[in-house]
C-alpha cells in the first residue's frame, strides 16, 4: 500500500541499496491479488529452473514452486516474512527462536548484496525499468512477469560476475545457508 501511495503522490525517495528494491517488490507483492501472487511463484520458479542459480542451487526452484502451490495465507506469510527480515531493525525481538538463524542468513546475504551491487547510473536505470514494469504488473497492465523476473536474473548474474571471487563464493555459502533455512 505504501507503495502506491508513494508513486500516486510522486513523493518516492530513490532506494540506495539492492535491498530496497527487492523490499519494494514484496510490498507490491504483498498488495497482490491471489491469482497474481500465483503467478508471480510460478513465474519465479520458472525462471530460476531456466537460470544460472539452477545449477548453483536447484532445491530453491522446487520451494518457490511448493510455495505457490501453497495457500494465499502460507505464500503471504513467507513474503512477509522475507520483507520483514529485510527491513525491519528489530527483528530479532519480534522472531521466534527458530526462526532467528534464517533471518540472519537473509541479512547477511543482503548485506554483501548491497555493498556489492553497483548502482551506477546503467544499473539504477536498468533496475528501475524492472521496478516499474512489476508495478504495471502489479496494477493489471499486460506484462510478462516472467520476463521481468528473468530481467532481475540476468541483471543480478550480470553483476556477480564482476564482484571479487572472495564475494561470489561468500555469497554462494550465503544463499544456501538461507535456502537450508527457508
Known sequence: ME???????SICIDN???SEYVIEWL???????????????????DSVENS????????????????AKSNTTY????????????????????????????VLAVKDLFAVIDENYDLNNENEANINK???????WI??????IKTVLEAVLKDMQINTE???????????????QVNINI
Open 3 to 9: 507503495e502506491n501511495i508513494c508513486s500516486n503522490l
Open 16 to 18: 540506495i541499496v539492492y
Open 27 to 45: 510490498r507490491y507483492l504483498l498488495n497482490a491479488d491471489s491469482k497474481k501472487l500465483k503467478n508471480f511463484l510460478l513465474g519465479l520458479s
Open 52 to 67: 544460472l542459480l539452477s545449477k548453483i542451487d536447484a532445491t530453491f526452484s522446487n520451494k518457490v514452486r511448493y510455495i
Open 75 to 102: 505464500q503471504r506469510s513467507v513474503l512477509d516474512f522475507l520483507d520483514e527480515a529485510l527491513s525491519e531493525q528489530h527483528i530479532f525481538g519480534i522472531v521466534q527462536s527458530p526462526l532467528q538463524e534464517t
Open 130 to 136: 524492472i521496478s516499474l514494469s512489476f508495478r504495471r
Open 139 to 144: 496494477d493489471g497492465e499486460k506484462i510478462d
Open 162 to 176: 564482476n564482484w571479487p571471487l572472495n564475494v561470489q563464493i561468500k555469497l554462494g555459502i550465503l544463499w544456501k
